[in-house]
């Protein structure tokens, strides 16, 4: 028997195993998942931002700060705002916005890389980096334009009368700027991640063929913080770290100079990859700063024809027809990289999007390489029948609830109303069931990974915003309600939904933490 027949074989039966049933109701799903999800985020508000975890990851984080404001939006915009606001304050002067801001608060043991591995503030002078705030030196995927827009139209008021808007809008064109004209390393006008934790998908298989080239650091020269808070057998693992390790480093010791881009590699390091979620966040937070430049009196043709013309180089660049998904593109072993990544889906969130490649792509993630709808009702990390599978293992198989709401939104951007439904109430039901787990097994919906992770609460909060009014909502406050027409899956918010305000929810004081309210 093959490889494929065998695994389908072993894993039909029973492959649905969430215990949960497929339909709201008494014994059904978790209690007010809404109002447990709001208190994670209380938990892990700091006063100024939220921490994805309180025990394994006890600082602020650039993408998941994204994915909390988006959730955020709807319970305390306010909230929203400064999370944002917090995390662009730390922005460098060439414009990246770091992937890890420093509480300094937090004991140095408690999570390594620590501020004295990163050295950023004398390190990454040349590049601009603060001298008031320690930060790493490399990036995250850029999501923060698109979160900006979404937390504005949460409440426009509110921020107007702020000036939110005004105040993000040249840090966020910088952060842009600096990836456009800093990173295309191949000089095909895609970005390139230098680090797999840039990409924030860390240990993926996608990366096992372009870290082959990369000399690990010894395991005596760090320690790592995160075992002591995870099963090993769900985080990455040595040989995966050394190589992080020494990565990172060499980037440091080179100041955190990056390639000039146009094909010239001065200042890049052994490690640079072409990313397809990497390149389709920032085409869609191109979009959003499209709007956000309307809302501001500024013309926006440029970001649009920037936009398109990014989505274009994306398919020209990283499609394969013959396979139906995009794939990562290695700069220094040249060509692309044959392993199959939720990556390689996530560009489906693109409006434009050729009509036969977003088909292609329904078709790639509802087949036997992902199995949305049969073999499992989330989306896992790795392909499903690759040799490097593993459903606890990071990001070699779990699903993940930030990948998972981004795909939610591309099935309904291109009209797959049923089946984003069906992802949503998944994602929905397991958040809860798990605890807000940080991410799960793909088959049976185990937890894995930390509890209480503030995206899986906030991008439940989202995903209930826009329920049909099965999933109770947090006591007191009144059922969530559908807040307008999808229109193709871009509502008035411009990117997949109506935001519409509060509908359905509290006051801006209702999920202060208990370190700080919200910040005026």
Known sequence: MDRTAQL????????????????????????????????????????????????????????????????????????????????????????RVPHIVFNPSVPFDAYFPSPDFWRSSTAGRAAGAPRTVQTSGIVQPPVHALAAWLVHRADPGLSRARGFLPRVYPRLAAWHRYLLHRRDLGGGGLVSVVHPWEQGMDNSPCWDAPLSRVTPAPTRTFRRADLAHGSPEDRPTDLDYGRYVRLATEYRDRGYRDGLGGGERDGAGEFAVEDPAFNALLIASEHALARIAGELGATATARQARAERLTAALVERLWDPARGMFFCRDLRGGGLVPERGVSGLVPLLLPGLPGEVATALVGTLTGPHFGLGGATRLVPSYDLLGESFDPHRYWRGPAWFNTGWLVERGLRAHGERERADALREALVRTAGATGF?????????????????????????????????????????????????????????????NASGRDGFGTEASIRGDKGGDRG
């Open 437 to 497: 787990a940080e991410y799960v097994d793909p088959y049976t919906g185990e937890a894995c990974g930390a509890l209480g992770f503030s995206w899986t609460a906030a991008l439940t909060l989202d995903l209930l915003h826009d329920s049909p009014g099965a999933v109770v909502s947090p006591e007191g406050v009144g059922p969530f309600a559908r807040s307008g027409s999808d229109r193709n899956g871009f509502g008035t918010d411009g990117f997949g939904r």
């Open 8 to 95: 389908a074989n072993d894993r039909t039966e029973g492959a649905i195993a969430y215990g949960l049933p497929s339909t709201a109701g008494p014994g059904g799903a978790p209690p007010d998942p809404a109002a447990g999800a709001a208190r994670v985020l209380e938990r892990n508000w700091t006063g100024t931002s939220t921490v994805p975890s309180r025990s394994l990851y006890p600082h602020q984080w650039s993408w998941d700060s994204a994915f909390i404001a988006i959730g955020l939006r709807h319970i305390s915009p306010l909230r929203a705002q400064a999370e944002l606001e917090t995390l662009l304050s730390a922005q460098w002067g060439d414009g």
